[in-house]
C-alpha cells in the first residue's frame, strides 16, 4: 500500500528498481521495436527512432510485462504485446504535439519541430499500423478487440479535449472524463492484456485492467500538477505550457472555484486567450487556492486505489513492482 509519508528514495531510483524487475524482458522490448521500426522509407525510421530514442518511463509497456509475470507468465508474447502499447503511445505523443504545436517534449525538440507537421502525423500513422501489424502475429482476438476499443477511446479522449480548449465552464467530472479516455485506457489495456497473455483468471484480469485506469489517472493528475509547480529541465517541457495552449486542467478549475471573483476572471481571460504571458501571477491564484495539494490530494487517492486492486495477486517481485509503480506515480515533485 501506500505509505503515508513521501518514500525516501527518489523517484528516478524507483524508476530503475521497477525496470529492473524485468530488465530482461525490457530489453527485448527495446530491440523488437527497433526491429519494427524498420522501412524502405528513410524519414520513417529517423523520426521513429529520434522519438523512441528521447526515452521516457515506458511505464505503459512495462506494465503488461509486470501483469504478465505477476500473473505467472513468461510468455514471449508478452514482449510484442508491450511493443505494441508502446507504438500507440508513441503515435499519440506525434500527433498530439502537432495538435497542441509543442516544441518540446522529454527534454528536447519535438518530432514537429525538428522536421514538420505533416512528417510528424504521416509518421504517426505509421507506427500505429505497425502496431495493429504486430497485434495480428499475436493472434489474439481478444486482446486484438481490448487495444482496439482502446485506440478508439483514445481518439475520442483528444477529440474532447480539443473541445474544451480555451473554455472557462469546465467541469472536474469534464476533466476526469478526457483524462479517463486519453491516459488511463492505455494503462488499463497494457495490465489486462498482460494478465490475458499469462491466461490469467477473469478476477485477475479485471483487478489488473481496474488497477491499470487508477494508475492512469493518477499519473496523469500529478503531470498536471507538475505544469504549474515542477522544474522545465526535469518536467521536459516548459512550466505552464497547459495555460498557453488553453487546457483547462485540474488546478486551474479547482482554482477558479475556490479564489476570488477578480482572480477568478484574470484565470478566464487567461484560459480564453491561451497565453502564459501573466503566469507568475495564475501560479500565486493556484498556490493561494491549494488546487495543487488537491489535485496531488485526488492523485493518491487513484493510486491508492490501485494498490488495492493490485493485491488480488499473489506476492511477488512483480507484484512489488506494480505497487512500487504506483507510488512513484504520485512521489514526483518539483
Known sequence: ??????????????????????????QAVNAFIVEQLKSNVDLIESIGHYIIGAGGKRMRPIMVLLSARACGSDHPDAIRLAAVIEFIHTATLLHDD???MSVMR??????????????SVLVGDFIYSRAFQVLVSIGRADIMQIIAD???????????????????DISEADYMRVIGDKTAVL??????????????????????????????????LVDDALDYD???????????????EGKP????????????????????????????????????????????????????EHARLACEQLQVLPGS???DALLRMCESSVARVN
Not at 513521501?6 to 525496470?19: A, F, G, K, L, N
Not at 482502446?150 to 473554455?167: F, P, W, Y
Not at 515542477?230 to 497547459?242: H, P, S
Request: proline fraction near 5%.
Open 230 to 244: 515542477g522544474n522545465a529541465d526535469e518536467l521536459g517541457k516548459n512550466v505552464g505550457d497547459d495555460l498557453a
Open 249 to 300: 486542467t485540474l488546478p486551474l478549475i479547482y482554482a477558479l472555484q475556490h479564489c476570488s471573483p477578480d482572480d477568478a476572471e484574470l484565470l478566464r481571460q487567461c484560459i480564453r486567450d491561451g497565453n502564459n504571458e501573466r503566469l507568475d501571477e495564475v501560479l500565486r491564484i493556484i498556490g493561494d487556492s491549494g488546487a495543487l495539494e488537491y489535485t496531488r490530494q485526488r492523485a493518491r
Open 98 to 100: 502537432v495538435v497542441d
Open 187 to 220: 494503462f488499463s489495456a497494457a495490465a489486462r492484456c498482460g494478465a490475458l497473455i499469462a491466461g490469467a483468471p477473469a478476477a485477475r484480469s479485471v483487478a489488473l485492467e481496474r488497477a491499470g485506469t487508477h494508475l492512469g489517472l493518477a499519473f496523469q
Open 317 to 319: 517481485p512483480y507484484r
Open 150 to 168: 482502446a485506440t478508439n477511446t483514445i481518439a475520442e479522449g483528444e477529440v474532447l479535449q480539443l473541445l474544451n480548449k480555451h473554455r472557462t
Open 1 to 26: 500500500m501506500l505509505s503515508a509519508k513521501p518514500h525516501s528514495t527518489p523517484v528516478s531510483s524507483m524508476y530503475t528498481d521497477i525496470r529492473a524487475t524485468v530488465a530482461n524482458d525490457f
Open 106 to 119: 522529454r527534454g528536447r525538440p519535438t518530432a514537429n519541430a525538428e522536421w514538420n507537421n505533416p512528417s
